[in-house]
């Protein structure tokens, strides 16, 4: 196909069609034309007055999406423009609903005001642009936030066979970089739980990747491929960080450079220039963290209920922080706990400082509770997008800092210095010279009572700036400051002189025809300037009188203005310090985590765990911390149990096969084990009375299963490759917590299956291992392999019912109790007694064509073939009428049944 007769491309249509519509619109149409242009995929708020207007597809998308109401205003290309709007003062609830749901908003503001534009003529058009785009990814504002939870966006590339995660927190300024395996993606993101997440176009195509970033959660949002190449990448970055070179940062690959760039890309888009405070990207080490799957995530309920909320899981349960900095931190501990043991008992040693000392623990916490949030308020400073009650928030987390530091030193006894974790903390919020200079200036600068808008004005202290305070004099109290006036020149002319005031002279002064004729003389005449004669009075003005009168008239618009310029001073000082700034903010969510993990140890009687280099896994005393917390506002108590395990086999078994009946326990004290290991490696005290821990690398649970329809699996198919996952990934120093492998298929093809990944994991991966099953062949192992151990559930039957004892003990059970349990669970009765009857006969006969000690694999002894039919001595038997025999009869016929069995 030659030139001439090949299609437009989409760029040159798009470049026609915006001409057209220039051409046939109003000039205010023609603004939101091309403001559109620019950001085709959001919705684009144009505001008009004292609304954000919608037009044409989004205000009928956004009608839909959050039910606007869509009207029509005028005509374009002869049809209705369809329109919605929303209150500029109420467009934040608006925005909120919609990024939610998973839109990008971009936000066009009127740059100047109305009467700036007539200026240029009576029908010159307010000049309008868009000032940011927001994205889940993106938001800052307190409105749009979770204060408690973090608001990620996170980038994915993968160059030269490696994948590199980049995310950055643009409401703290933190920045990221991970350099994963491709197969490594799911769990990383899993711990990062993004907002939203960029990725080159080209991935999507990549199976692996796809499904690690479907998985991830939050919105998707393709870049083009071009924005990720790492030369271009580089540029960008080196431009957001205004560097001239990287290497200060660190050597970064080819993949981090690329999401990274991703990130600096996006960033300049969205918040159209605006540059944000950022501080160095930190560069993770996969062997860092711990590896949790979303699989697992999900089934342990980390930091999200299996329903999606917070409550029910383990961060709801342990949460006792009291700043949103602190909340913030601590449930990123709990996704991505340590594997260093050093790091980790770091932690602890922080911990175990505030449990020994109650008071301190306390003073600290009740220090903190007013300390703000200095991390998200510095960055919508920057931004350009915060607010007094922003620079109050630093106020106040400063001078918690300094307080902290002073509480510290006032309990700090010489044998009981605060451990490093602390020490370092305490250091950050001590303030240095300049950050002690600024805090001065926002203490003897800001009011106590704050507005959330600069505009609102009334938010600069008085006394602070001299200028300033006369201007709200003049803007409060012009009549006083103009009879104060009229009375000294009164004294100056010797005159009855009065201070008048009309909308053609302003203010002037007013005498009689008698008293006015020595002010027209000299000397007086120098000072007062004739204005008017009238039939009775004669007007005067001065230069005092008439300067008084522009600073009357300007006196609430320089009041506003000078309080604007102060708010932007401490703004660029809170810019230039942002580095410090964000330390102690960092600080203080530390010594935050800190004190409520003491607190909550106390409240839960948790002990410190013992973290090593070994393979051990050693529990005593156990107990489930979310299940606790709640039988305990029930009113009961929770029965600990027992778990050791030893990866080496050396100590203890690797493997423990967990039998018992339904409802007895079982997933409880799998999921119990593992959230202990959790715990203990995000730097927590752990429920039990004693725990020793080898580091585990990779923590796997799969316990609890359903379908996955959007992928077209079944319950089965999802069991299993959640499984093929462990079998594949899971190394010596891994913990598996396994749930019921193989339930959802036919008996034997089940405990075929559950049998070989036992086998698998206690000879391939050798990882510590807890194995629930109902399939009670499975206790054989115990004797065939060498690190195996039976474990079971105990329950009890009394008087028909059945009691669960809720203690796990060495052996495996008997049985499962399932009929049980279906009374319990209600069950029609004649159900029950039918189920119990059909179960009977089920045990009581060998039906079965095949046995399972038939088969060479689970053989134990081999037993002995069953009779064909009846033998000769069962035929004589059923001849036999006793009825009708005599003693002797009898006595024969017992010697001849005798004969007949040799």
């Known amino acids: 196909m030659n030139a001439q007769s090949a299609p437009p491309q989409p760029d040159q249509t798009a470049e026609r069609d915006l001409a057209r519509d220039l051409a046939e619109a109003t000039p205010v149409m023609a603004q939101y034309f091309a403001a559109k242009a620019r950001q085709p995929d959001a919705l684009l708020f144009f505001r008009m007055g004292d609304f954000y207007e919608l037009f044409f597809e989004d205000a009928l998308t956004a009608g839909r999406a959050i039910g606007l109401a869509v009207a029509k205003r005028g005509k374009h290309a002869g049809e209705d423009i369809p329109m919605a709007g929303v209150p500029a003062h109420t467009a934040e609830a608006y925005l909120a609903k919609l990024i939610r749901l998973g839109f990008k908003v971009a936000v066009c503001e009127q740059m100047e005001d109305p009467a700036e534009a007539k200026k240029r003529g ?15 990814g993106t938001i800052t504002e307190d409105g749009l936030l979770d ?61 692996i990747v796809s499904q690690a970033l479907k998985t991830a959660g939050g919105a ?84 999200r209920s299996q329903s999606g909320g917070r409550e029910g899981c383990l961060l709801a349960a342990i949460d006792r922080t009291v700043t949103s900095g602190g909340a913030r931190l601590l449930a990123a501990r709990l996704s991505r706990p340590l594997v260093n043991p050093e790091a980790i008992d770091k932690r602890l040693d922080a911990v175990a400082h505030f449990l020994e000392d109650r008071p301190l623990r306390r003073d600290a916490r009740d220090g903190l509770k007013g300390s703000g949030d200095m991390a998200r308020a510095l960055s919508r400073l920057a931004l ?33 210095a605060p451990p490093a974790e602390l020490a370092e903390a305490l250091q950050a919020v001590s303030l240095d010279e300049g950050l002690k200079a600024f805090l001065v200036d926002l203490q003897g600068g800001l009011a106590e009572e704050l507005p959330h808008l600069p505009r609102d004005g009334g938010f600069v202290s008085a006394g602070f700036r001299e200028e300033l305070d006369q201007a709200r004099a003049l803007r409060d109290d012009s009549r006083k400051v103009v009879a104060a006036l009229e009375a000294r020149l009164q ?35 120098v000072t007062f300037i004739h204005r008017q004669t009238l039939a009775n009075q004669v007007r005067f003005t001065t230069v005092e009188l008439a300067d008084l009168d522009a600073r009357i008239a300007q006196a609430a618009e320089r009041a506003l203005a000078m309080e604007v310029e102060t708010f932007e001073a401490f703004r660029e000082r809170a810019r230039e310090l942002a580095g410090p700034i964000q330390a102690a903010a960092e600080a203080l969510a530390r010594l935050d985590v800190a004190s409520a993990l003491a607190e909550w140890a106390e409240e839960a009687q948790a002990v410190r765990p013992e973290i090593d280099a070994s393979r051990r896994f050693d529990v005593e005393g156990g107990r489930h911390p979310v299940v606790e917390a709640a039988v305990r506002r029930e009113g009961e108590a929770f029965t600990p149990n027992d778990c050791r395990l030893d990866g080496s086999g050396e100590a203890c078994a690797r493997i423990a096969i967990v039998t018992g009946p339904n ?23 752990v429920p039990a009375r004693k725990m020793r821990l080898g580091v585990v690398d990779r923590l796997f649970s799969r316990v609890g299963a359903g379908d996955d329809l959007a992928k077209g699996r079944s319950t089965f198919m999802t069991e299993m490759v959640e499984t093929a996952a462990i079998l594949t990934q899971a190394t010596d120093r891994s913990f598996v917590v396994l749930d019921e492998i193989g339930r959802g298929t036919a008996t034997y093809d089940g405990l075929a299956i ?43 039957e009394w008087n028909g019912d059945l009691v669960f004892l809720h203690e796990a ?44 000690d038939d088969l060479p694999l689970f053989a134990a002894a081999k037993p002995a073939p069953e009779p064909a039919g009846p033998s000769a001595a069962d035929k004589a038997l059923a001849e036999l009428d006793p009825d009708e025999m005599t003693p002797r009869d009898a006595l024969e016929a017992l010697y001849r049944l005798k004969a007949l069995l040799k």
Request: hydrophobic content about 45%; charged content about 25%; glycine content about 8%.
């Open 147 to 207: 204060a408690r939870g973090s608001n990620r966006l996170a980038a994915v590339a993968v160059r030269q066979g490696r994948a590199a995660v980049a995310s950055v927190e643009l409401s703290t300024g933190d920045v990221e970089s991970l350099l994963v395996e491709r197969e490594d993606l799911g769990a990383a993101l899993g711990a990062l739980r993004p907002s939203e997440t960029l990725a080159a176009d080209r991935l999507f195509a990549d199976e």
């Open 809 to 852: 003990g060495p052996g495996a059970a008997d049985r499962s109790y399932g009929v049980q349990v279906a009374k319990l669970a209600g069950v029609p009765g004649a159900v029950v007694a039918r189920a119990r009857e059909v179960l009977e006969r089920l045990e009581s006969t060998e039906s079965s064509p095949a046995r399972l």
């Open 220 to 303: 998707l949002s393709p870049m083009a491929s071009a924005m990720a190449e790492p030369g271009a990448a580089e540029a960008r970055l080196k431009r957001l960080y205004g560097v001239e070179t990287l290497d200060g940062f660190g050597d970064f690959a080819p993949a981090e450079l690329s999401a990274l760039g991703l990130l600096a890309a996006y960033i300049e888009t969205t918040q159209a220039g605006k540059a944000p405070v950022l501080k160095a990207p930190r560069r993770g080490v996969e062997s860092e963290f711990m590896a949790i799957d979303p699989a697992t995530r999900w089934s342990l309920e980390i930091d």
């Open 663 to 685: 409802m007895a326990g079982k997933s409880t004290f799998l999921r119990q084990n593992a959230l202990l290991a959790v715990l203990a490696q995000a730097g927590a005290f």
């Open 491 to 525: 004294a100056e002319a010797g005159a009855p002189l009065k201070v008048r005031h009309n909308a053609v002279l302003g203010y002037f002064l007013e005498t009689t025809a008698k008293h006015a004729e020595p002010l027209m003389r000299a000397p007086l005449n």
């Open 384 to 416: 350009g997008r915060g607010g007094p009650r922003d620079l109050g928030a630093l106020r106040q987390g400063l001078q918690a800092g300094l307080d902290l530091c002073e509480r510290f030193r006032a309990a700090r006894e010489p044998l009981n």
């Open 122 to 136: 009576y029908k010159a058009v307010v000049h309008r642009d868009i000032v940011r785009v927001v994205t889940p």
């Open 754 to 796: 559950a049998w070989a990944c036992a086998e698998a994991l206690h000879d391939v991966n050798k990882a510590r291992t807890l194995f629930a099953t109902h399939y009670h062949e499975l206790a054989r192992l115990e004797g065939r392999l060498a690190h195996v151990c039976n474990l079971s559930m105990r329950a009890k």
